[in-house]
């Protein structure tokens, strides 16, 4: 309820605002979302967005009443109404783009006809848990310990450190996997904590899990393959 109190507080703070005012301070907070997203916490981000969401309402509010509420002033606002809903869905769905759902894995462009041919191994559909991404500075990990991001680096308790990364980052649903994004060359890490040590993966992306094993894919148009397939390519 508190939070829907300030909500409104924040509609009619905008509608009350000149709109040449409210305008420029809408627009500053979508670029601070879209610019700073990895360096921004899971809650403050949240903050933003509700900012643009209930802020667009009272500029639209702050136009009509400015323009005197006439005709021609409906008229802006149904205009400007148009084109700021655009502009927060394309930035709604440019902050949610890590969070999109991943396509069913195939092992080639004709899997439909695999699939339905009536010969050879009975095919297999994998559906892949899409991988949650976090954006923060500290955060409790599935196995208990306390994990903190600094200097370019993850910190976990027992000492282990996983550096030269970016601040997003995520555990698999078992926790038995630790994941984080490298900037240049753009790619992933992955660390089997149970087994291994960090495995740096450039040009790769985590798109799922599926029976405890990450799967990859390479470029938006890639087919998503099991990590083990991707070391043996790599080995040969």
């Known amino acids: 309820m508190r939070n829907l109190w300030l909500s409104f507080g924040w509609l009619v703070l905008v509608a009350l605002l000149p709109w040449w005012l409210g305008l420029p301070l809408l627009l500053t907070l979508a670029g601070v979302a879209l610019l700073l997203q990895t360096r921004l916490d899971v809650a403050n981000l949240q903050w933003i967005r509700a900012a643009l969401r209930w802020g667009l309402p009272g500029l639209?509010?702050?136009i009509v009443y400015t323009l005197g509420g006439d005709v021609l002033a409906w008229v802006v606002a149904?205009?400007?109404?148009?084109?700021g809903f655009t502009l927060l869905a394309g930035v709604e769905a440019w902050l949610d783009r890590d969070q999109r759902r991943v396509p069913e894995p195939v092992e080639s462009a004709e899997w439909p006809e695999l699939a339905q041919a009536h010969v050879g191994p009975a095919a297999t559909l994998i559906e892949l848990q899409p991988p949650l991404w976090m954006s923060t500075t500290e955060w409790v990990?599935?196995?208990?310990?306390?994990v903190s991001f600094r200097d370019d680096s993850f910190h976990f308790a027992d000492g282990t450190v996983v550096d030269n990364v970016e601040a997003m980052a995520g555990f698999s649903p078992d926790g038995n996997w630790f994941?984080?994004?490298?900037?240049?060359p753009r790619g992933i890490v992955l660390w089997d904590r149970d087994n291994?040590?960090?495995?740096?993966?450039s040009g790769w992306d985590l798109c799922g899990w599926y029976h405890g094993e990450p799967w990859l894919i390479r470029g938006d148009?890639?087919?998503p393959q099991a990590l083990s397939a991707?070391?043996?390519?790599r080995r040969d």
């Open 196 to 201: 291994e040590r960090p495995r740096r993966l």
């Open 230 to 233: 991707v070391i043996r390519r």
């Open 141 to 146: 990990d599935p196995r208990g310990q306390r």
């Open 179 to 184: 994941f984080a994004r490298i900037g240049q």
């Open 78 to 83: 149904m205009v400007a109404a148009l084109a």
């Open 60 to 62: 639209l509010a702050s």
């Open 221 to 223: 148009d890639g087919v």
